[in-house]
């Protein structure tokens, strides 16, 4: 089935530092969703990208839909990034009901 | 963008129950879409709605034990019937805008003891 592999599953960072996460996809997808699920559980929208790369502030993505990965850059961590980070993969039209799938998520601390 | 606003925040309810979550759009949508998350881990699609049809469930989720309604463009309600405490997590409303960018609802934490 359709499948969207997140890495790091967990990220320390120190505030001023960055890194990235990554997610691999084992079919072709449409596009792609960054989202940031903070303290409260409520999920906030970061990214979508059907290609290329979009940059907002102190983050960053990018979607290589041929080669079936997207990254998520974070730079100058700052406490409050700390959260879940999900990547989610929209399907095809027509292939599985064009769907959101989501990978595992990231838990990244950002500590002083 | 879609602002997506559920019923209730938080729900507390004995085992073999049923309770209903309702989820309202601020717009019209096309379809509208059913997660469930339990703690700690990633969101899994329940279900797909669209107005004036049956809900599709994904595998794992029944009609029978998670009835959807969709009266109209802007509402959606998920029940959890007969509930027990392996359902306790959160559930999300979702649906997308005109450029398919999909946002979810506040999520509904649900614990059945």
């Known amino acids: 089935g359709d499948q969207v592999e997140q890495s790091p599953s967990a990220l320390s960072l120190h505030e001023g530092t960055g890194s990235a996460l990554r997610c691999n996809f084992t079919t072709t997808m449409r596009a792609v969703q960054w989202f940031q699920q903070n303290s409260r559980g409520s999920l906030i929208n970061l990214f979508y990208?059907?290609?290329g790369t979009k940059e907002n502030g102190r983050l960053k993505s990018t979607f290589n839909s041929k080669e079936s990965y997207s990254t998520l850059h974070i730079r100058d961590a700052q406490l409050e990034d700390s959260g879940t980070y999900f990547c989610a993969a929209a399907t095809n039209y027509g292939s599985s009901g064009n769907k959101l799938i989501f990978g595992i998520g990231t838990l990244l601390s950002v500590k002083p | 963008s879609v602002l997506l606003y559920q019923k209730p925040n938080r729900d507390i309810c004995q085992s073999g129950t049923s309770l209903k979550i309702q989820c309202v759009a601020d717009s019209q949508v096309v379809s509208m879409f059913w997660y469930q998350q339990f703690q700690e881990q990633s969101l899994m699609l329940m279900a797909t709605?669209?107005?004036?049809?049956?809900?599709?469930?994904e595998s794992g989720f029944t009609k029978d034990k998670f009835p959807i309604s969709r009266p109209n463009l802007t509402f959606s309600t998920l029940t959890v019937n007969n509930a027990r405490p392996g359902d306790s997590s959160i559930y999300f409303c979702?649906?997308?805008?005109?450029?398919?960018?999909?946002?979810f609802g506040p999520g509904t934490r649900l614990t059945v003891l």
């Open positions: 709605a669209n107005e004036g049809s049956e809900a599709t469930y």
């Open positions: 979702s649906s997308r805008d005109s450029t398919y960018e999909q946002y």
């Open positions: 990208l059907a290609s």
